[in-house]
């Protein structure tokens, strides 16, 4: 791995974070008028056939079929399910609550690389995790945005994609490590999760449909939701994964709450509710607890 290499990949997570906290806005709009499972669907499939036009040329059949069950487990978990739970999560929580809680995908994703013994072991890291999980309790027991018997069902269902989106990081970084391209790995994630959702939701596609057609603003929500937030985004998560270690490739998500506070006000005059302060530093020091356990295991095995 070069110098420019590592660059290039920090750069790519940089701008996920970023381009993800605008998602969180945008999405939070169009699923007040259309379903989860037409926008999940939607935007997988055709953002899916975006990346893999530009990539066609790395389409290799004989390498698809050699990894046909890792790719329908990343599809399944870090999409299909993902988007399930995370767009109908959203629609119960606030985005500054949704940026905080996806701020815990570093430390999921570090526990689900030990699981795939794709890094090491160590309490350190163990005691960080456990550290931001509990943050995350918190947040769901004693935050503002609860729906049923005082529990946020919405930041609930957005901490459960959070885990199967790590665990689909993980079986993808297994893929690349063995020479499989991240540009077919995030298309086919697309396609086949894109695809599994419009299925489910198929009779619910005209009221997005409906939805696009009523102004300019609504379709350009969607062109977003499309070639930004999904085509551009998933291609540049997946190809820092390719250089960065997984709990690595997260690094700059921590910069998503104070981001998504920020233009909450700015468009809404919202100021986050005080627990999310404690929360939102409790999980970053977890995560720093993560990624330096990482660190010194990585130096321990040179």
């Known amino acids: 791995m070069t110098t420019r290499n590592k660059k290039i990949a920090i750069f790519c997570s940089f701008c996920v974070s970023i381009l993800f906290v605008f998602h969180f806005f945008v999405a939070k709009d169009v699923l007040v008028h259309v379903s989860p499972l037409a926008l999940g669907g939607f935007r997988?499939?055709?953002?899916?056939?975006?990346?893999?036009?530009?990539?066609?040329?790395?389409?290799?059949?004989?390498?698809?079929?050699?990894?046909?069950?890792?790719?329908?487990?990343?599809?399944?978990?870090g999409f299909y399910v993902n988007q399930i739970l995370f767009l109908s999560g959203l629609k119960d929580t606030s985005p500054v609550n949704t940026s905080v809680i996806m701020n815990t995908i570093p430390l999921a994703t570090a526990l689900m690389a030990v699981a795939f013994k794709l890094e090491a072991f160590s309490w350190k890291k163990m005691s960080g995790v456990a550290l931001g999980f509990s943050m995350i309790l918190i947040l769901t027991f004693f935050g503002t945005e609860k729906?049923?018997?005082?529990?946020?069902?919405?930041?609930?269902?957005?901490?459960?994609?959070?885990?199967?989106?790590?665990?689909?990081?993980?079986?993808?970084?297994?893929?690349?490590?063995?020479?499989?391209?991240?540009?077919?790995?995030?298309?086919?994630?697309?396609?086949i999760g894109g695809f599994l959702l419009l299925l489910t939701g198929h009779d619910e596609l005209g009221g997005l449909i409906n939805y696009s057609q009523e102004s300019w603003l609504n379709t350009g929500r969607i062109v977003f939701e499309v070639f930004i937030s999904t085509a551009l985004t998933y291609y540049l998560s997946f190809k820092a994964l390719g250089v960065l270690a997984p709990s690595q490739s997260m690094i700059f998500i921590y910069l998503q709450p104070p981001f998504s506070a920020g233009l909450e006000y700015f468009l809404y005059h919202k100021t986050p509710h005080w627990i999310l302060i404690p929360v939102f530093l409790g999980v970053a020091i977890s995560g720093c607890i993560v990624v330096s356990a990482g660190s010194e295991s990585k130096a321990d095995s040179h």
């Open 44 to 77: 997988g499939f055709f953002g899916g056939l975006v990346i893999l036009f530009f990539f066609r040329k790395e389409f290799e059949l004989q390498a698809i079929l050699k990894f046909k069950w890792y790719l329908l487990g990343i599809a399944v978990l």
């Open 147 to 191: 729906s049923m018997g005082g529990v946020s069902i919405g930041d609930l269902k957005i901490f459960v994609s959070v885990l199967t989106l790590c665990a689909a990081t993980n079986l993808a970084k297994i893929i690349f490590q063995k020479g499989f391209s991240p540009g077919l790995g995030s298309a086919a994630m697309l396609l």
